[in-house]
């Protein structure tokens, strides 16, 4: 995966929860979001599933970028585990997500989610599906 | 939880998603969304954000709401572990969710998302922490 | 899968643990587990090790035996995500797996794990990897 | 958690498994399980199983060992989500479990498994529940 610059994504689910990506390497990206009460539940804490989509758009994101540079595949998300420690009402979420392993059909990734003081407040495992492109 | 109308999540991010609540009785609750280009990830299909977020709020509003009317406690997620099977990429998404677990500290759901075909599409294991109200 | 007649693992781990399959069909298996002292934790309960494993070997085994078959293709666990809900102490450890998709590259398990009186004790989400055997 | 020597487990299905703690720091345990054929699956490969229960003993071992001495508490495994990443064979497998979270009711750790070459082989994501100890 390339250096990328700082940017948002631009369509879809990524977009509409508002997921900007701010710095990219070979196995870690650095994103963000800031939080607005459509991305709240109903006590006033960012939503779940918040935590997860920003999980699976990012990690789905460099491995499609890197495989399908390197090798025309495709990638896909597999299965999403997300752990919620701690609650964040307020700021932005900044995520942070780590290459663990780069297999031939699995890449797997760690992320962490922090708030702004830097607490760890969710954690998520990806496993995300790596295939051959369709003819 | 008492039995309630089909209604739709009517703020944060459930409404954001566009969730509606179709049935739910004391231990299953059926919820669909309805596809539209902004819950999708760039190739098209739903997001796998999205299948995290259903699990996520109906089964922390059936949690909360049973707990909250029992004995004033509130519920949230604690873990939200989702494996993606088959892709949809347009209609609507169908999810049940089940209840497998009723401790507590801890209530445990099983969801299943399907396409307008029947075909199951992932699936969900949602763990929701019970606790006492705070004063 | 053909149907099996009821038997014990006869090597390795799952051996060592005590697994036996009592009923087998093309999409669910039965085994049991005799508790005994060296499968506890030190308070005295089944330890969630022997669960895990449970989950573990009875699904691997029933998937490779069906993708042997089928196409000479191999089968390894992927992931295992085992979650406690109630302690057995003593008795039997009555394990149910009940495959929920069957792809191309990955087959989905549930298992049910419960004690002698019936109750739900734990609960495991198998993903097993199929791959073409190597030359 | 003090500081302790290196020490076999010495009971129970973690003596069965053959554990050793080899270093263990308040948040940080090493541990470590010698490959012998009773521990290896069908294809001679060390069963997930295994790895599923090494997690789950040391940090199970490691959160009891704290919340007893600091508030008289007791802790049990909540969710044990293991990975495969790579198989292993033979020699030794080396685990090393870090603490991420110590909340008031639970703990939560993750666990790397590697071969004598420091391959990552598999990782595990350990939540455990601390209650008070029952009168």
């Given at each position: 995966m390339p250096e990328i610059p700082p940017q948002?994504?631009?369509?879809?689910?990524?977009?509409?929860?508002g997921i900007e990506v701010t710095r990219a390497t070979e196995d870690e990206v650095h994103a963000r979001v800031a939080v607005r009460p459509e991305l709240l539940q109903p006590a006033g804490l960012v939503d779940g599933g918040v935590y997860a989509t920003i999980a699976e758009d990012v990690c789905s994101a460099a491995t499609f970028l890197s495989v399908n540079a390197e090798r025309d595949a495709v990638a896909m998300g597999m299965s999403n585990q997300t752990?919620?420690?701690?609650?964040?009402t307020?700021?932005?979420?900044h995520a942070l997500a780590m290459r663990r392993h780069r297999g031939r059909t699995t890449w797997m990734w760690d992320v962490e989610i922090s708030d702004d003081a830097g607490h760890l407040c969710a954690v998520s495992r990806m496993t995300i599906a790596v295939r051959p492109q369709r003819a």
């Open positions: 948002a994504f631009t369509q879809g689910f990524a977009k509409l929860v752990s919620f420690l701690r609650p964040i307020q700021g932005t979420v």
